[in-house]
């Protein structure tokens, strides 16, 4: 390693340590927050009946609120199902809204 290397790692070592660095109750919060929202996401991803579905997900302390629109009924349930058997997960507040397709009235006579 050269001298400017050292150098440079011993300043990130230093600047490392200072308090403005380090982590706070909010900012370890945060990341808890964080990494419940990807397990969330990840668990409808993998599973067979909702990997198709794109939602918006939001997880504070353990409450994880979803919300989005399903393309037809009958998946809610099985979102709710995944997301609450994530580790962590407390409540799912759910916020889903159902597109119907419309049906011209040529079509339905």
């Known amino acids: 390693m050269s001298i400017i290397t050292e150098e440079a790692a011993k300043r990130v070592v230093e600047w490392a340590r200072r308090p403005e660095f380090q982590p706070t109750p909010a900012s370890e919060q945060a990341l808890q927050d964080l990494t419940l929202k990807a397990r969330v996401e ?5 599973s067979p009946e909702t ?39 407390r409540e799912v507040v759910p916020d889903f809204r159902v597109a119907l397709e419309r049906v011209c009235e040529d079509a339905a006579h």
């Open 42 to 46: 990840a668990a409808l991803a993998v």
């Open 51 to 89: 990997r198709s579905i794109s939602l918006h997900v939001l997880a504070e302390q353990g409450t994880v609120y979803m919300w989005g629109v399903f393309p037809g009924f009958g998946v809610e349930r099985e979102v709710l199902r995944v997301a609450g058997g994530v580790p962590g997960v």
